[in-house]
């Protein structure tokens, strides 16, 4: 009998293609600042690239649809009185994201479906907790509008965006500068890695360390770390040699990574990004012309190489698509949007298949739009996987009607200005108009203090249990 060598897997054909020139985005100052985030964030919608601006920082958000030439009085998303360090779309809805930047702020912005005529200055909310640079963020994959802050005075704050308010803040458990968090599929916990060459596992609620690892990479580049679907994490960093590895991690034991892979020597970050649904991992390095792409099995090896995506020029930044905004007629399993100096190119990654029906082992049921939480119900210890959609008639994004609801009702909470409220209690007559405003506002108010309310009994219950516990 003959043993076979090659190993079965679906994926092990995957290539990846540059786009068409036609297809990309050019004339676009792709920002300079010195700074390990990926410069790029992409939803079903738009495209988000931090940009080169004078007196303050700005990103540009383009349509998906707009490729070609951008034209130089494109508008602008500014506010920032200081460089935008990172940009992160709203998971659950596609006209929201978030920026933070140099000047200690983050704010959160609301993204019209036409294209505005001038630039985009008022953010829906600007949250303010930070004392130093803010250099990370991250939505909360199934609550809706949770967002997580990292900044460079070493504290992680967790906001609801919706009222503005700091749910939670992580501000003694790293001694040096945070170089990456992420989420676990359901937000339960958080992976972490800083300057102090520590990896840690975080559960927020808790505020406690769960597990760590001190140098689970030997070298003195920074590390990053991801979850994978199952739990386990992926970790890119450095030998004592300068060689950029790839590690394995089983949580529940940290001694010994469960895989090891060692790659080129290179003073380039490696940016991982994780596909749950093929359990891959594509690494991008700044600096790099090449992307890596590994699959992550159950069996030995356990990180099994796939193949490099190779080009001519270096990549400024990254922008890795949700799996809801890829063509699954043509067996497209991840897109990438690679920032060059002055233009955004996609690349595709392709399953060679020769029939044009739908491929269910390659696009399983994938989270979607709706998150499965409110924010207080996760503050109060619920946890809940992502909601899924199915690919099977492809993913059409809800129009912006629909979000005009959830941007009044969740996400804008200002309160009314001052103008307006005066002359609604003035003697003039009141208009029918006046009267539907007035009711809105009054609703809104009730909804703010039913969700503080709530806020205050998971506060309630959070205290009754620490207090049992130290009896």
Not at 338 to 352: F, G, S, W, Y
Request: hydrophobic fraction near 35%.
């Amino acid at each position: 009998m003959s043993r076979r060598v090659v190993r079965q897997s679906k994926f092990r054909h995957v290539f990846g293609q540059a786009a068409k020139a036609d297809q990309a985005y050019e004339d676009i100052r792709v920002s300079k600042v010195t700074w390990d985030s990926s410069f790029c964030a992409v939803n079903p919608k738009f495209l988000a690239i931090i940009v080169e601006a004078g007196g303050g920082g700005a990103f540009i958000v383009l349509p998906l649809a707009k490729t070609g030439r951008v034209d130089k009085n494109f508008p602008l998303v500014t506010g920032h009185t200081a460089p935008v360090l990172d940009i992160d779309w709203c998971p659950h809805n596609d006209n929201v994201i978030a920026s933070a930047s140099d000047d200690t702020t983050i704010m959160v912005w609301q993204i019209p479906d036409y294209t505005p005529v001038r630039n985009i200055t008022e953010p829906i909310i600007t949250l303010e907790g930070h004392s130093k640079r803010v250099g990370i963020l991250s939505w909360h994959p199934t609550a809706r509008n949770v967002l997580l802050s990292a900044g460079g005075d070493n504290v992680i704050i967790i906001w609801n965006v919706g009222t503005g308010e700091v749910l939670l803040s992580l501000d003694d458990m790293h001694p040096d500068v945070i170089h990456s968090v992420c989420w676990n599929s359901n937000g339960s916990l958080l992976a972490t890695t800083c300057k102090d060459k520590t990896l840690r596992i975080i559960d927020p609620r808790k505020g406690q360390v769960v597990a760590e690892r001190a140098r689970p990479h030997e070298g003195a580049r920074p590390l990053r770390a991801v979850f994978t679907a199952d739990g386990k994490l992926l970790s890119t960093g450095f030998s004592r040699m300068s060689e950029r590895q790839l590690a394995l991690w089983d949580p529940n034991n940290f001694e010994e990574p469960v895989a090891l892979q060692e790659m080129d020597t290179s003073n380039g970050v490696l940016l991982p990004f994780y596909d749950p649904d093929s359990s891959i991992v594509y690494l991008c390095g700044k600096g790099d012309s090449s992307i890596r792409y590994f699959e992550i099995t159950d069996e030995p090896p356990f990180v099994h190489y796939l193949n490099t995506f190779s080009s001519k020029e270096p990549q400024r930044g990254m922008g890795f698509m949700p799996k809801r905004g890829l063509d699954v007629s043509k067996c497209e399993i991840a897109r990438f949007y690679k920032l060059h100096e002055r233009k955004c190119e996609p690349i595709i990654m392709t399953v060679p298949r020769k029939s044009d029906l739908f491929q269910d082992d390659l696009y399983p049921d994938t989270p979607g739009p709706e998150p499965a939480l409110e924010a207080d119900e996760w503050l109060s210890g619920q946890d809940a996987e992502p909601v899924l959609i199915s690919l099977r008639d492809g993913y059409v994004p809800p129009k912006h009607r629909e979000l005009r609801v959830t941007k009044r009702n969740i996400l804008d909470v200002r309160p009314p200005s001052g103008p307006r409220r005066s002359q609604s209690a003035s003697d003039a007559p009141l208009s029918q108009h006046t009267l539907e405003t007035l009711l809105e506002e009054i609703k809104a108010l009730r909804e703010q203090v039913q969700a503080q309310e709530r806020r205050i009994t998971a506060l309630e219950n959070m205290l009754c249990e620490l207090v049992d516990g130290t009896d």
